[in-house]
């Protein structure tokens, strides 16, 4: 699985981006697929994923109530909304796929991801 993601920018708090990941494979229909972050100087954090039926999905904390994943499997994409932006989700948000998890749930470490995308920078202005 390839994994492209896209829609990253410059956005004043409080306002809101969509990102997209573009994914290319015959397993991409079958993946969990998430969105990670890493802000300067900090280590990747999970932010939001959701299952291959686009039944379960779940967020961290910080960005419950602000952040909406959802999948279109007829194209191939995961889209992440972020409303509400603030300072601190400053970061390059990534994309990825476990293309290898037989139960179809929802996974939280980097290490349960073996397909990455190349990351698009978000920066909010406060």
């Known amino acids: 699985v390839q994994l492209q993601a896209s829609g990253g920018g410059l956005v004043q708090a409080g306002g809101s981006l969509r990102l997209s990941c573009a994914a290319s494979?015959?397993?991409?229909?079958?993946?969990?697929i998430a969105w990670f972050r890493q802000a300067p100087g900090k280590e990747r954090d999970f932010v939001a994923a959701?299952?291959?039926?686009?039944?379960?999905?779940d967020y961290a904390d910080s960005v419950k109530g602000r952040f909406t994943i959802s999948r279109d499997n007829a194209k191939n994409t995961v889209y992440l909304q972020m409303n509400g932006l603030k300072s601190e989700d400053t970061a390059v948000y990534y994309c990825a796929a476990n293309t290898r998890a037989i139960l179809s749930g929802i996974y939280y470490a980097l290490s349960d991801y073996n397909s990455w995308g190349q990351g698009t920078l978000v920066t909010v202005s406060s």
């Open positions: 959701i299952n291959r039926n686009g039944n379960y999905r």
């Open positions: 494979g015959r397993a991409v229909s079958r993946s969990t």
